[in-house]
């Protein structure tokens, strides 16, 4: 079970920082990612992680913005969200991988956290 919190509202160019809690799975064994949809548009990948952190990719669009970290003694993955620009705005998915390696496919994710809605105002 994937529990995504922190999203909200905030003007561009500030920072958001999400956080998704994950239980009932050993969480250090596997990747895990984030992914976004935005209004009408279909929901495109955005950070992953491998298990132990030593592998991490970002979409072209929020390269160098965006930072994907997790905490395995806390079960927790986060999204840490700078420099936000109004074309961010769509619902946060965290996700959890069926295997060690990061993957930037959304097949490749077994178990779906219940999105966190970030809206950044022009």
Known sequence: QLQAS????????????????????????????????APGKEREFVATISANSAS??????????????????????????????????????CAAGGWFYPSTREYEYNSWGQGTQVTVSS
């Open 56 to 93: 991490i990719y970002y979409a072209d669009s929020v390269q160098g913005r965006f930072t994907i970290s997790r905490d395995n003694t806390r079960n927790t993955v986060y999204l840490q969200m700078n420099s936000l620009k109004p074309e961010d705005t769509a619902v946060y998915y």
């Open 6 to 37: 922190g999203g909200g509202l905030v003007q561009a160019g500030g920072s958001l920082r999400l956080s998704c809690a994950a239980s009932g799975r050993t969480f250090s064994s596997y990747a895990m990612g984030w992914f976004r949809q």
